[in-house]
């Protein structure tokens, strides 16, 4: 079994009439398809996910470009921790 990877990043885009041209330019910038998507009213956020924080620093980078769009926020390169259980007696 692979491991988990453990660090990612996240980039919510705001959808608007030009959503699908900046999806697509994201994917480009990235060089890969996101990890996982998900929608929450107006916004889809995007998750790419690395092996290594070399990796994720270097198609961070990439997508620095697109930090100046409005419909774009990109968050800092995380982390991924397990989740951790907790039992209640």
């Known amino acids: 079994m692979s491991p988990r990877p453990k ?12 959503f699908l041209a900046l999806r697509d330019e994201l994917i480009e910038l990235a060089a890969d398809e996101p990890h996982d998507a998900c929608e929450c009213e107006d916004m889809v956020d995007f998750r790419w996910r690395f092996e290594s924080f070399a990796k ?3 198609a961070a980078a ?5 930090r100046q769009r409005a419909e774009v926020d ?14 209640s007696t």
Not at 7 to 18: K, L, N, S
Not at 78 to 86: A, K, M, T, Y
């Open 56 to 58: 994720a620093e270097t």
């Open 62 to 66: 990439a997508l620095v470009a697109l």
């Open 74 to 87: 990109l968050l800092p390169v995380e982390l991924r921790r397990p989740p951790r259980f907790r039992m």
């Open 7 to 18: 660090f990612e990043i996240i980039v919510w885009v705001r959808r608007t009439g030009a």
